[in-house]
């Protein structure tokens, strides 16, 4: 007789886990930074994504990337009868704050087998000199 709750507790197990977890995204966008001398290197896992529905933004000192996976309303999705799909199929999204003195033309990137490359130059900051904001005194 345990055999109903067990369906019923693995069909539960599995509308959660997809519901609250991001379980599906499967690695989607894991990002490794690297720090050396002239800057930061960002490498992102993007497998299953095509150069085309990939995107690279920076605003207000914000470095947003954005990709597109599967096309939910492909022909072929409509075509078929599925009883279960586990291809992930939707779009992510990851930001980064890389500061505001870097301009989007300082920004090197790379897309290889499935791998975003970024490249961000570190900025050197002008030293400040403190000044004394000395009040006269009279007397």
Partial sequence: MLMPYAIAKTMFDEVFDSAFSNRNLGG??????????????????????????????????????????????????????????????????RSFYVGDKVKQEDIRARFENGTLHLFIPKQTQAAQVETKNLIAIEG
Wanted: with cysteine; hydrophobic share 30%.
């Fill in 28 to 93: 989607m966008m894991s990002t490794d930074i690297k720090e050396n001398d002239q800057g930061y290197e960002l490498v992102i896992d993007l497998p299953s994504v095509a150069k085309e529905d990939l995107s690279a933004e920076l605003k207000d000192g914000y470095l947003c990337i954005s990709a597109t996976i599967g096309h939910a309303n492909s022909e072929e999705s409509q075509k078929e009868k599925y009883l279960r799909r586990e291809r992930f199929v939707g779009s992510c999204r």
